[in-house]
């Protein structure tokens, strides 16, 4: 019987092309932590957290020992620290913040805003924003300031230079019943607030009707008929427009800003 051909014993002995099958990586051993590390660890761990809350709570090192005070330009700094009654020599982790913002609101209406805050290590920090008289109610021969938000918040002695003053005067109309004199006065702001500056400056006081009926008294026994504190940006522009076409006009009404009046008595 023939053996096999040249071509087939060289088919035999060429090698397969392409790269040789690779092996089966090795696996490798991990090796977990045994119980001795396990237990030192956690103990570590509990000592940290016991050493921190120490710090924190048990040493005298991160005590609360000044109050800081920044902000203010009404009140005083030592106001707003008595206000705040922060207990001194207490762990400075400890002190309740919330509790010394809401303190500072109740006993200083003025304070609008106060950012309360730790400055380690034994500082309590007290950023305060006041509030600013927008326009003043007179009762019984003494001031009340009110903010820009209609809030009454502080009582003075003597008329604040260049406060407009709000004077009540609530007709009989729907329109006062239903919105009350809190919001009459928050409306009245609303005015003052969206006044041109130059109006802003020489308005004497504001006579408050109802929601619709607002009146600006100016220096020079001008008037300006306002309305309410809707669309206060067309009134404002027209307003200022009038001013100068009639600057020897005294009565001025914005109440319909696309349709103004001019008169002069």
Known sequence: MAGPSTAERGARRTPPSGPP?????????????GRRTLLLTAVAVTLLGAGAGWLLYGSSWLRTERVRVAGTTVLTAEEVRDAADVS???????????????????????IAKVDVSRSWPHTISL???????????EEDGKFHE??????????????????????????????????????????????????PEKVH?????LRVRSYDSITLELTGGRTVAWGSGERGEA???TLTALMKARPDADHFDVQAPSAPAVSRS
């Open 21 to 33: 099958p690779r092996r089966p990586a090795a696996r490798r051993r991990i090796r977990l932590p």
């Open 88 to 110: 001194m020599n207490t762990p400075l982790a400890a002190v309740d913040t919330g509790a010394i913002e809401h303190r500072l609101r109740e006993r200083l209406p003025r």
């Open 127 to 137: 950023v305060v924003t006041e509030r600013e008289p927008e326009a003043i109610v």
């Open 146 to 195: 009110v903010d820009a938000g209609g809030v009454l918040f502080s009582t003075v002695s003597k008329r604040p230079k260049g406060v407009p003053l709000l004077e009540m005067e609530p007709d009989r109309s729907p329109s006062s019943r239903h919105f009350g004199a809190a919001r009459l006065r928050r409306e009245a702001v609303r005015v003052v607030t969206q006044l």
């Open 201 to 205: 400056r020489d308005t004497r006081s």
């Open 235 to 237: 009134k404002a522009k």
